[in-house]
T-cell receptor, first 115, second 112 residues
């Protein structure tokens, strides 16, 4: 069974630009979550989608947005990039139904560098 | 405010011995706890979880203990192997939330 796939693996952008990251969940998983990992803040929750609906959102500015498609694939977008957005962005999937949180299965992440 | 704390940034253990990683939490609403392992350039890998109705859960070499009164959980790895060298994160969630709150991680080094 294929794992969670994130593309691209690495991105370099300049301040003010926008970026779109992509995530394909494990087959059969309907919930997709996004996390940001930085050395200073650790792993922080961005948002979670289930059946194309955002069910939960973390404490990030509106420049961070996401969506989920009918095939459960998800994208996240960051607009007007700032230097502080440089981080590893991790996508995770789970079945998402029933128990509110089942173990999340993470992809290998997209390393975003903002210059 | 850190709701999940891993106070030891690093831990070194001899191969074959027991590794004990600790985690404390402050949010009494947390009812589900997980441990993840992370190698460089990879995403976190789920190891083991425990619900608040239990105080122990075992899976092979990995055992997680939960002490609800102390708001403390620990991960025991016996016996430790060099391949266990990685960063270990504990995470927690509330029943009503659909997100994980992570600790800052502990770098485990198992020495051959």
């Amino acid at each position: 069974k294929a794992g969670v796939t994130q593309t691209p693996r690495y991105l370099i952008k300049t301040r003010g630009q926008q970026v779109t990251l992509s995530c394909s969940p494990i087959s059969g998983h309907r919930s997709v979550s996004w996390y940001q990992q930085t050395p200073g803040q650790g792993l922080q929750f961005l948002f979670e989608y289930f059946s194309e609906t955002q069910r939960n959102k973390g404490n990030f500015p509106g420049r961070f947005s996401g969506r989920q498609f009918s095939n459960s694939r998800s994208e996240m977008n960051v607009s007007t990039l700032e230097l502080g957005d440089s981080a590893l962005y991790l996508c995770a999937s789970s079945f998402g139904a029933g128990r509110s949180v089942s173990p999340l299965h993470f992809g290998n992440g997209t390393r975003l560098t903002v210059t | 405010d850190q709701q999940v704390k891993q106070n030891s940034p690093s831990l070194s253990v001899q191969e074959g011995r027991i590794s004990i990683l600790n985690c404390d939490y402050t949010n009494s609403m947390f009812d589900y706890f997980l441990w993840y392992k992370k190698y460089p350039a990879e995403g976190p890998t789920f190891l083991i979880s425990i619900s608040s109705i239990k105080d122990k859960n075992e899976d092979g070499r990995f055992t997680v203990f939960l002490n609800k009164s102390a708001k403390h959980l620990s991960l025991h790895i016996v016996p430790s192997q060099p391949g266990d060298s990685a960063v270990y994160f504990c995470a927690a969630s509330e029943a009503s939330a659909r997100q994980l709150t992570f600790g800052s991680g502990t770098q485990l080094t198992v020495l051959p």
